[in-house]
Nanobody, 119 residues
Framework: QVQLVESGGGLVQAGGSLRLSCGAS????????MGWYRQAPGKQRELVAA???????NYADSVKGRFTISSDNAKNTVYLQMNSLKPEDTAVYYC?????????????WGQGTQVTVSS
C-alpha cells in the first residue's frame, strides 16, 4: 500500500519561508515524476513545481524565483522550499508521486498540508 506523508506547512508572515517535505513508502516500481500542487479555496488544484526522471523541471510562473523543488531519491522524499511567501500562496499543498508499472502510470497524492501566509 502506497502512503505519502507530508509535513512542514503552517502559518507564516508575508516574506517568510517554509519548507515542505513529503515521503513516500510502498512504491515498488519506477518513480517517474514527483511534484507539488496546491489548491486555494474556490479554485482548482494547480501545479506548483514538478520534475521527472527525464530531467525536466516545471514551475508555475507565480512561484518562479521563489520556490525550489528538490528530492532525495534514496529516501523517496520530495521537498519544496518556499521563500518570499505572499498571501496569494495561501492554499493546501499536495505532493504527488507518479509510478510507472507495466507501461501504465499511477498517481499518488499526499494528504495535503495547509500553508497560510498572513499580510
Amino acid at each position: 500500500q502506497v502512503q505519502l506523508v507530508e509535513s512542514g506547512g503552517g502559518l507564516v508572515q508575508a516574506g517568510g519561508s517554509l519548507r515542505l517535505s513529503c515521503g513516500a513508502s510502498g512504491i515498488t516500481s519506477s518513480i517517474v515524476g514527483m511534484g507539488w500542487y496546491r489548491q486555494a479555496p474556490g479554485k482548482q488544484r494547480e501545479l506548483v513545481a514538478a520534475f521527472s526522471t527525464s530531467g525536466s523541471t516545471n514551475y508555475a510562473d507565480s512561484v518562479k524565483g521563489r520556490f525550489t523543488i528538490s528530492s532525495d531519491n534514496a529516501k523517496n522524499t520530495v521537498y519544496l522550499q518556499m521563500n518570499s511567501l505572499k498571501p496569494e500562496d495561501t492554499a493546501v499543498y499536495y505532493c504527488n508521486f507518479r509510478e510507472l508499472l507495466y507501461r501504465l502510470t499511477y498517481d499518488y497524492w499526499g494528504q495535503g498540508t495547509q500553508v497560510t501566509v498572513s499580510s
